[in-house]
């Protein structure tokens, strides 16, 4: 529901720099969704699309690498793809186990033709 | 060709502006919370009891998001705080963008607690940082018990759930104990209150809490100032 607010932020951090770096032509975005971030990423690429179409920015492309949830757990350390939200570390059992992937809303780079 | 890698918050300028509300509401003591949920699971109703419940003293204020009406600020007007609307226009979740123009005529020193109630809406509000000292979601007993594993994201972000409605648990298949569990897998460390604002239960409860946080938020001040 808010995925053309998303599309716009991206898009304008684009554009910003592109005005920083004149000359520069900004072919590709990449961005990390994470699993938590509560974005569809399919209505994100269509906003996107119907956002650039008939503009300058018409042959931008937005790379979506979706960011699965990785908890961690704090006895034993280990790292582990939570899946079905069971948060049980499954070395030791561990129940409060802490998220330290899947939270991501990140622009990751640009792809520039010189 | 070549790359730049960038590493930036899609949401920075959001982010930012959040970030300089976090610390106006840091120097000035206050406690702020941002009030999350499904259309109808009962926000406007628990801050009528919350308001109704709070010393007439209390320093307390509420900025309400909806997508259209004043209705929500004139309900919330008539126990004397300062109430704003802030009227989104369609769009589904505040930013923090829209708090910060609706502080402008409020002199924070004078407050203790800004109670932000944002648009009914599980998905979008839980991307959008206002500067809170904690998110709150409500889940009310006519809802369903997987509501948190739908909608994850937002029973992650907040420290608190609020299970509403508890007062109809008799009547409805709600299963409360499910919906704890639930929760509980999405969001481990999350606290978690039963209330009922019709009748009353758990109100109680639930003011300790603000309480608590507001006494916490108090001493963070004084920690940094000295």
Redo the contacts between chains.
Sequence with gaps: ??EL??AS??L??VQS?ARRNPGAHI?KVG?KIG?????DIDALQFGFECMVKDTEWEQLVLDVESIPRVQRCPKCQHEFRMSD???QCPRCGE???Q?IRG?E?????????? | MSRVEVEKKVLNENQILAEQLRERYRQHGILCVNLISAPGSGKTLLLEKTLERMDKRARVAVLTGDLQTENDAQRLAKFGFPVKQIVTGGTCHLDARMVERHLVNWELEELDLLIVENVGNLVCPSSYDLGEDAKIVLLSTTEGEDKPLKYPSIFFKSELMLLTKIDLLPYVPFKAEVAKENARRVHPQMEILDVSSTTGEGLDAWMAWLEARQRKAKEKTKLVSA
């Design positions: 529901m808010h607010g998303i932020s991206i304008e951090s720099a072919t961005v699993e938590l971030a509560g974005v939200y069971d948060p129940f409060a186990t998220c939270e809303l990140d622009i990751a780079y640009m792809e520039v033709d010189e």
